[in-house]
DNA sequence: ATGAAAGCGCTAACAG
DNA sequence: CTGTTAGCGCTTTCAT
């Protein structure tokens, strides 16, 4: 490969002159720039990016950590930030942790010596005092580390209360709750949001929520034995949108008909959620407008440019599908009047 | 950050015994080395990998090109090259190029200027002449690109054999096939394999053939249109699980059972397949398997070890689930044999 | 407007 | 066994 040396000779000029040209700063007789360019072409020069780094002491590379991509809801987010990166002039490091904390810490470091220029986690392990030590700017995607780190995250507690409140216009009587890890802070937003619509209500029990784990297999079997031990149950509201289709799986299972005796609604708005049958309601999040939030608020602290918030909190949108349709119980099912947002393309 | 002049001061050494120590190589005294480590300790000192690669020309990272990390197939791929790639002591930068020839030239530039060790693309408009000028190693994963660079593909033609005789197998009459993008290599290896087993059918037409471009949208329009246009057809193959998926879709839309009127298999062995109803039978990739080989295969070429093959042909698997079950339509199907090997957890 | 030269942090001769 | 030193390729004062 050419270096910057080899441009300055075939141009006949210092390295200086080649330098000014390649960054457009200084002053450069337009004479002379044209001689450089001409250099740069014939060599097919290329600037080396790990000697300029070394100089300027940052990179124009960001770290990715997430849990696990082949969680569904990661890809679209990886696509957002790689997308929003890519555009701002950034390359990203690629890194799953699987919520181990040894794994992070190791994969921080790591990006630390590569001289990233800042780093967007989704992670639960995370402490702000680790986050200090990097003294690099961190964002936090999905999950709140502490106040100090910057974070998007989305409505959850209203998402499930929305979620919720949708299973009683359309006519539920008797609401389960399938939960997520109570590690998870966004699980137990979500399992608040339920039952600030349904914890007081004459029928509730506390026997209705059922841990799912955010993993369809344990969610299939949690809905099978809420089915099996409350054949009352009319709707569930999954805590993200596997479990919903675990829970789905579990109605077909044991004979019960989705949605016309149970209605089932999801979170999260994975593109999974609309290979099934009957396809899944759900409360959808933002995914890539996510991404694109973090990385945009990391680029900007990365090059101290004024952020006005450093706390998003977006917004989720009921789409409703087919995995629930208004109750004929004649017991007082209202009109719903709900638009269907889905994103089906047929 | 304490760089390695400040813990040689510290520790009352040169800077060349330090890196000494750092890289374990050369003699050191037991006394200093000690010295040194505590003064690594102390100082909680961390090399600069950036230095270290302007140095050694190589920079312990890989570059993962890939269409679309949204695409079902690459999440599991992309996870299965890092962690390969992390336990070899690489990182990987993330990369989607949409299939666009320009974007993914972009980007082999940019990489090549961060001094990537090697490249993994799934690609197709990359030709052979641009990977020669790169002048590192480059492996193709998923698609051949032309016979001088390493690659990792899947029986496609054999699996496409084995989907459609299993669906002779087990009693369809009148097998259409639903097939990928034309420009792509494996969607037209999947086709041949389709027309060796039924091309010469008394019954066949050409156009049991439909375009379904690898997309659900196009799949299940498709679908729809070929169901209306041939209702005898009583088994698709289609050259995907996006397909395969839209065309369960397309036939509940229209009112055939799946699998007794009708049975689909598809190709791929995604996470989504088992999130139907019915859940798909269909020809799994050791996706996996495949992102570790090219990335074993990968590092192996740039540390210039011997390699066995530069070309893996990895074997698909028959996984029977519920779009496909013998036919009873007591013109002859037999008995089938294989076991379900599914990845069922439940 | 241009060039010489120092230095980013590290490694590897080479000398001792 | 250890230290001195010359780079890796680039950017940026500081002179001129």
Known sequence: ???????????????????????????????????????????????????RSLYKKTSKTIGLIVPDIVNPFFPEL???VEDTAHKKGYNVFFCNTDENVEKEEHYLEILLQKY?????????????????????????????????????????????????????????????????????????????????????APWFQSSYIADGNYVMKTAIQATVELLERHPEIDGIFAANDVMAIGA???????????????????????????????ELTTIAQPIYDMGTAVTDLLVKLIEKKPVERTFLELKVELIERESTRKQNNNKGGREHGAKDHSSRQY
Do not use: W
């Open 1 to 51: 490969m050419a270096t910057i040396r080899d441009v300055a000779k075939q141009a006949g000029v210092s390295v200086a002159t080649v330098s000014r040209v390649l960054n457009s700063n200084g002053y450069v007789n337009n004479e002379t720039k044209k001689k450089v360019d001409e250099a740069i072409r014939q060599l097919n020069y290329k600037p080396n990016a790990v000697a």
């Open 78 to 80: 990886a696509r957002a």
């Open 116 to 200: 990233v220029d800042g780093v967007i986690v989704a992670s639960n392990t995370l402490t702000a005092e680790k986050v200090k030590e990097l003294n690099i700017p961190v964002v936090s995607i999905d999950r709140k580390i502490t106040a100090e780190i910057p974070t998007v995250v989305v409505k959850n507690k209203e998402g499930a209360q929305k979620a919720t409140s949708y299973l009683k216009e359309i006519g539920c009587e008797r609401i389960a709750h399938l939960r997520g890890p109570h590690h998870i802070d966004n699980a137990n937003e979500r399992a608040d949001g339920y039952l600030e619509e349904v914890g007081s």
């Open 248 to 278: 789905v799986k579990a109605a077909h299972r044991i004979g019960k008909m989705v949605p016309e005796e149970l209605a089932i609604i999801g979170f999260d708005g994975i593109s999974m959620a609309e290979a099934t049958t009957p």
